[in-house]
């Protein structure tokens, strides 16, 4: 609890009074001479006890009333947020999440808790006697001066953004300038969401985060103030890749439902080239990932568009937004011990097969390593002893860059490692056996299920030979012992791939089943995705900011432009000679937030205080002064019952007075 | 008059009334009063059968006619009533609230109003006033002389030190031979035990006992504001006390003080009358009068 008028409490000395008069009179007395003593004697051995709990009873109750006088004159705050607060502040940084999940509505019509939180704090600031506000906005990042706290809503930064927030590094920011500032008594309040994806609860930075807030010369208080995590009616578009593949626009989208688990058709609005289409899809669950195949004549060199879901309780995950150039030839580079050998020549085939256009496959040795198209290639085929040294860091710059690496069995086992994985002995069936497959992951990875959700013939796959593989990453198909047939570890944005055996008579009949065509060819078109990355950036990153003297125009017309907030929006933008499609970070779209305990872990030991603001129309702080008052009016009406003589105690009036009465005997 | 106490208008209305004897009295002269020995007034009292040596004057000719034996017809003998007032001048006495007066002043009134009446009428009083003990005895007469002693020594009577009244009424149930009237004035702050033995003697020697048991109001109500200092009016001790806290339980120990102290006089027929100072002598007079008079047996 806190008060708008501190230094009324000084009058809580006045508490005292009722004390010091009894004090006083029990000092004061007067002086009578009395004949009947010897009832007085008797009534002071007896008047112990109740009488006494009593009186002090009465006591208690005026030095309270005067009391809670006290503290109502002095405009008591409560509420979780600034309630206990000890004192006044002078200065409050906040730390605003303007992430696109903070954009999520309790309901239609409802603000969002964005807004919420903006309303919520501009009240606080007012009632805490408006100290300086400082505000750092997750979108930006910078610290700013907000002059008039109670315009804080209507700034533009403020405004609802498509970016992530970091507040790991909002904290250090925000610590960084108490310690530097030394504002004098000064609170962090932090505005957010608590999603997972924002607060990144697994990273380093959060210790130095502790030991700042600890090591500050006033022990500044972090308040957070979140909303409840309400079981919101939400959809979510997500971008998961696009690229453009001969003549047609391959998008990967991924639709997300917060709410319920039938079937749901949802209608989709796509725009390419200025026309719209609309398309239902039916989600049923909570997740439905699909592709989007939108066909491209030879004159569309460049294009863009976007694709939309109708407005819901989150108008910001409803759209995603694409944008395209020149297509650019799916290059593979193979790199073999031996480019004659038959297993080369069908990994050669496979890299370049007739439903490709524009693919092709350089072969090289592993001695040859130097000239591999970094640049370029969307597949590496490393069917060699695993590279070391340069290579090994090209190789693995490369997958972190987004291309797809394949490893497949050397002749020699080697004892280099590489993406923390490596190739162990060779393994062979007892006689008259094969190796057949077992289990395999049917909904991601080279072999999931095909567009029809049909499964890939994996139990046809017969192998005599194969080598075994070591690592921490993790088996996408098994054999039926359960040793890894197809091995995967991702890294950075790509992925490397590990393949137990080869299409070679010698070890297995994949040529025959065109299982490592269909592996290769997924992951030759996933390794391309990052060539069309010029085209794409994520709101709120560098790429998505103009650079020199770019001029930004929006080119798509789903939103309005403003020019203040267009680095940290969605949308398809030509800045200078870019074309840029911008979208949300694939984080915005996990509705994941990190419990109390892991905020407890995170803030060990700090000064902090969590208000969790379960009605979006509750008040953080309101003045009790009310409940004081009544408080005041109950302990006098107290006060009042416990002076009150109870009937027997009243005195003996059976003597004569006035007029004659009975009262002789006999 | 001299005397404060007494106000001739009081007495001249008072005076209609004559005061009565609710038991028989034993006296020297003739008077009003029911005496137990036979006697010749005009009130027929029983038939008894003539023995020699009776006076034959007495007779009963008509019931010798009827009944052929010899009768001797008594009568009631009347005679006069020797009062005795005990005036506790202790110095609890002393007490007096408000402008009300004190419990001596009230004592000083009764006790002379009814022996005038008492004189008047041609009875007998007398007076004894005790604090440690008794320190003033006047033997009861009939002789207007009486009066002016009476009124002279209640005049002069100062109340003080502790009272000694229960050795007083003992020493006076012993002393007084023929049957009297004992009117006793007291605040009675002794033991209830002790005073119901004291007036069990009294009645044990066939007095006829009336008790005016006087208490200020202040007394009674107990009412005071803030804490006080009370110094006992007769042995100077202090009790410092919180009335407030302390109101309730005196109420109950007064209560119950009152109520011992009429069930001792219940139980020997005693006449007691509570007081409080600030009621009117005058109507608690008359009272005690009419009220005997309808209760004489």
Not at chain 1, 147 to 160: F, I, K
Request: glycine residues 6%; neutral net charge.
């Amino acid at each position: 609890m806190s008060f708008l008028s501190q230094p009324i409490l000084w009058g809580l000395f006045a508490a005292a009074i009722p004390v010091i008069i009894h004090l006083l009179n029990r000092r004061r007395f007067r002086t009578v001479k009395w004949a009947a003593t010897s009832f007085l004697l008797r009534a002071s051995r007896q008047s112990r006890g109740k009488k006494k709990l009593r009186h002090f009873l009465i006591l208690a109750c005026r030095t309270l009333a005067i009391a809670a006088l006290i503290f109502a004159v002095a405009r008591p705050l409560i509420g979780g947020f600034l309630g206990a607060r000890s004192g006044s502040i002078n200065t409050a940084i906040l730390i605003l999440d303007r992430s696109a999940s903070m954009e999520t509505k309790a309901a239609s019509g409802q603000p969002s808790r964005r807004q919420n939180a903006l309303t919520q704090i501009s009240e606080a600031i007012k009632k805490a006697g408006s100290p300086r506000l400082l505000l750092i906005d997750s979108a930006s990042g910078k610290l700013h001066e907000v002059p008039d706290p109670q315009a804080l809503s209507e700034l533009s930064l403020t405004s609802a953004t498509d970016t992530e927030a970091d507040i790991p590094d909002l904290l250090i920011k925000a610590v960084d300038y108490l310690d530097e500032a030394a504002p004098g008594q000064a609170e962090i309040w932090l505005a957010s969401d608590l999603q997972r994806n924002d607060w990144k609860p697994s990273d380093p930075r959060w210790g130095a985060i502790r030991a700042g807030l600890e090591a500050l010369p006033s022990q500044a208080n972090l308040r957070i103030l979140t909303s409840a995590d309400e079981d919101v009616e939400n959809l979510t578009l997500q971008l998961l890749s696009s690229r453009r593949i001969g003549d047609k626009m391959l998008l990967d989208l991924k639709l997300t439902r917060r709410k319920g688990t039938g079937d749901l058709a949802v209608p989709l609005t796509f725009s390419f080239k200025g026309a719209r289409s609309s398309e239902r899809i039916t989600i049923h669950g909570q997740e439905l990932q699909f592709q989007k195949h939108i066909p491209l004549s030879p004159k569309d060199t460049q294009g863009y568009g976007w694709v939309s879901l109708p407005p819901d309780n989150n108008p910001r995950d409803n759209s995603i937004y694409f944008a395209f150039g020149d297509q650019k030839p799916l290059k593979t580079c193979l790199v073999t011990e031996d480019p004659s050998s038959a297993s080369s020549t069908y990994l050669h085939k496979a890299a370049t097969a007739a439903g490709l256009q524009s693919a092709a496959c350089e072969v090289l040795t592993p001695t040859q390593g130097s000239q591999i198209d970094w640049a370029n290639a969307s597949l590496i085929i490393w069917h060699a002893p695993l590279p070391a040294g340069t290579i090994a860091s090209q190789l693995t710059r490369f997958v972190n860059s987004g291309g797809s690496a394949l490893f497949l069995p050397p002749s020699e086992t080697g004892h280099q490692a590489i993406f923390s994985s490596s190739w162990g002995d060779l393994h062979t069936p007892p006689q008259g056996q094969f190796f057949i497959t077992g289990n395999w992951i049917k909904d991601e990875g080279p072999w999931q299920n095909g567009q029809n959700n049909s499964p890939m013939p994996l139990g046809q796959i017969r192998a005599i030979q194969r080598r075994s593989i070591s690592g921490t990453g993790s088996s996408l198909a098994e054999w039926d012992d359960g040793s890894p047939l197809l091995y995967r570890q991702l890294e950075g944005q790509g992925s490397a791939v590990f393949m137990s055996t080869l299409p070679d008579e010698r070890w297995s009949n994949l040529e025959f089943t065109a299982l490592h065509l269909v592996a290769i060819q997924r992951l030759l078109e996933k390794g391309s995705d990052r060539l069309h990355a010029d085209y794409r950036a994520i709101a709120g990153r560098k790429k998505a900011h103009t650079q020199g003297d770019e001029v930004r125009e929006r080119l798509d017309h789903l939103e309005p432009f403003d020019p203040a907030l267009e680095s940290y929006r969605s949308g398809v933008y030509r800045l200078g000679e870019r074309t840029l499609a911008v979208n949300r970070p694939p984080g915005e779209s996990q509705a994941e937030r990190i419990d109390r305990s892991t905020l407890e872990q995170l803030l060990k030991d700090s000064p902090y205080t969590l208000f969790e603001n379960e009605n979006t129309q509750t008040r953080l702080i309101a003045e009790a002064w009310r409940a004081f008052l009544i408080a005041v009016l109950l302990f006098l009406l107290a006060e009042a019952l416990l002076c009150l003589q109870p009937k027997a105690t009243g005195p003996p009036l059976r003597a004569r007075k006035a007029s004659p009465q009975p009262s002789s005997t006999p | 008059m001299k005397y404060d106490f007494l106000d001739t208008e009081v007495l001249a209305r008072l005076g209609a009334i004559p005061l009565e004897s609710r038991s028989s009295m034993i006296g020297n002269v003739a008077g009003r009063h029911r005496s137990p020995h036979r006697g010749s007034s005009v009130e027929f009292a029983e038939y008894r059968k003539y023995v020699p040596g009776d006076d034959t004057r007495r007779l009963d000719w008509k019931a010798y006619a009827r009944s052929d034996r010899y009768y001797i017809k008594e009568f009631e003998a009347d005679t006069n009533l020797r009062a005795y007032f005990v005036i506790d001048s202790s110095g609890s006495m002393n007490f007096s609230s408000a402008d009300h007066p004190s419990k001596i002043d009230f004592a000083r009134r009764i006790a002379a109003t009814l022996s005038y009446l008492i004189v008047n009428q041609g009875d007998s009083v007398g007076l004894s006033c005790c604090n440690e003990k008794i320190h003033l005895e006047i033997p009861p007469s009939r002789r207007p002389a009486q009066l002016q002693a009476i009124f002279e020594s209640l005049q002069d009577l100062r109340p003080e030190g502790e009272t000694g009244l229960i050795p007083a009424l003992h020493q006076i149930a012993e002393k007084t031979q023929q049957r009297a009237l004992i009117i006793i004035l007291s605040d009675l702050f002794l033991d209830t035990e002790e005073l119901g033995s004291a007036l069990q003697h009294l009645r044990f020697r066939k007095h006829d006992v009336a008790l005016f048991h006087l208490l200020d109001p202040q007394e009674i109500d107990f009412h005071f504001q803030r804490p006080h200092r009370f110094i006992d009016l007769e042995d100077g001790s202090t009790i410092v006390a919180e009335p407030q806290l302390i109101t309730e339980e005196y109420h109950l120990a007064l209560r119950e003080f009152l109520e011992n102290v009429e069930k001792k006089c219940h139980d020997i027929h005693a006449d007691y009358h509570l007081l409080q100072t600030s009621a009117d002598y005058e109507e608690i007079i008359s009272h005690f009068i009419t009220s005997r008079l309808t209760k004489k047996r």
